[in-house]
Nanobody
Framework: QVQLAESGGGLVQAGGSLRLSCAAS????????MGWFRQAPGKEREFVAV????????DYGESVKGRFTISRGNAKNTVDLQMNSLKPEDTAVYYC?????????????????WGRGTQVTVSS
């Protein structure tokens, strides 16, 4: 069982930056691929970014590529999402997720553990 807790959300103006952090409870954190997803009001949850268990591979959604960076600290059981050049369309609840499966995936169905989410609001 993995417990995840996100932090770092808030209100920011367009063009600004935020850094989200996710703390995981798992003793075997370094074996889990980790990801970030988001859900805007009235929309489905969508893939944002994912990082492999050893941190060597990352993948990003097309809408955030070049603006967001995912990183992890296996010694501290954390995964971060640095968000730059934020746009109003980035407004959403952001969720941290962990997968018990090998490899990275954009598919929501492959992710087994979820945090409660943190709100990010970008004003125009």
């Amino acid at each position: 069982q993995v417990q995840l807790a996100e932090s770092g959300g808030g209100l920011v103006q367009a063009g600004g930056s935020l850094r989200l952090s996710c703390a995981a409870s798992a003793n075997t954190f370094s074996t889990y691929p980790m990801g970030w997803f988001r859900q805007a009001p009235g929309k489905e949850r969508e893939f944002v970014a994912v990082i492999s268990a050893n941190g060597g591979t990352a993948d990003y959604g097309e809408s955030v590529k070049g603006r967001f960076t995912i990183s992890r600290g296996n010694a501290k059981n954390t995964v971060d999402l640095q968000m730059n050049s934020l746009k109003p369309e980035d407004t959403a609840v952001y969720y941290c997720a962990a997968s018990s499966r090998r490899g990275i995936s954009r598919a929501i169905s492959r992710w087994d553990y979820w945090g409660r989410g943190t709100q990010v609001t970008v004003s125009s």
